[in-house]
């Protein structure tokens, strides 16, 4: 592992032990830097501020974490791992949410999930003359309905099982991709 990619993960690793305890928005460069034993200049070479560094932790932990789950039939596993991920960091996720680094939370959700909502709905658009603006709108519909079933969860405690929540969803959703990929398949005829 390279020494650039071992200090992302320490500074990654010390602001995930800050967040634990202290708000995101209290936390400084200094007080990262000092948890883990770095300079400033150091800090500053790898990220431009916390939030980036906090944008990186959602990348290399969750976002790489979910690239194969991108067809009909493995979609509802990613976002199994999402739910996952955010149980697991539990504290860290709620601190973003409650934070000022909040739109980071919104976008680590988004990046996770358009791209699984994406992949379900070029995949079933295949063989189908259906503009590519309007499988990305569709895909954008789903993925902001999915986001905000997982802020609303996160609000409300986390205390439902995600395994129910993606029950449901799976058979809200069961036939819609196909349906509205007809409608926008057929408004052109």
């Given at each position: 592992?390279?020494?650039?990619?071992?200090?992302?993960?320490?500074?990654?690793?010390?602001?995930?032990?800050?967040?634990?305890?202290?708000?995101?928005?209290?936390?400084s460069v200094k007080d990262l830097t000092e948890e883990c034993h770095l300079n400033r200049q150091t800090f500053y070479y790898h990220f431009q501020d916390i939030y980036e560094l906090l944008g990186w932790?959602?990348?290399?932990?969750?976002?790489?974490?979910?690239?194969?789950?991108?067809?009909?039939?493995?979609?509802?596993?990613?976002?199994?791992?999402?739910?996952?991920?955010?149980?697991?960091?539990?504290?860290?996720?709620?601190?973003?949410?409650?934070?000022?680094?909040?739109?980071?939370?919104?976008?680590?959700?988004?990046?996770?999930?358009?791209?699984?909502?994406?992949?379900?709905?070029?995949?079933?658009?295949?063989?189908?003359?259906?503009?590519?603006?309007?499988?990305?709108?569709?895909?954008?519909?789903?993925?902001?309905?999915?986001?905000?079933?997982?802020?609303?969860?996160?609000?409300?405690?986390?205390?439902?099982?995600?395994?129910?929540?993606?029950?449901?969803?799976?058979?809200?959703?069961?036939?819609?991709?196909?349906?509205?990929?007809?409608?926008?398949?057929?408004?052109?005829?």
């Amino acid at each position: 592992m390279s020494s650039s990619l071992l200090t992302k993960k320490a500074l990654a690793a010390s602001l995930k032990r800050l967040m634990q305890e202290i708000p995101l928005n209290k936390i400084s460069v200094k007080d990262l830097t000092e948890e883990c034993h770095l300079n400033r200049q150091t800090f500053y070479y790898h990220f431009q501020d916390i939030y980036e560094l906090l944008g990186w932790i959602y990348q290399t932990e969750a976002v790489d974490a979910i690239a194969q789950e991108r067809s009909y039939h493995t979609w509802t596993h990613g976002l199994h791992t999402i739910f996952t991920y955010i149980e697991e960091n539990k504290a860290v996720c709620l601190n973003t949410l409650n934070s000022l680094g909040r739109n980071h939370l919104d976008s680590y959700l988004y990046t996770m999930t358009n791209p699984l909502i994406l992949g379900v709905v070029n995949e079933v658009s295949s063989g189908r003359q259906v503009p590519e603006q309007d499988k990305l709108f569709i895909a954008n519909f789903y993925t902001l309905a999915f986001t905000g079933l997982v802020i609303q969860w996160m609000q409300g405690g986390m205390r439902e099982n995600p395994s129910d929540i993606i029950g449901r969803l799976s058979r809200l959703v069961e036939g819609n991709f196909e349906r509205a990929l007809d409608r926008y398949e057929h408004k052109r005829s």
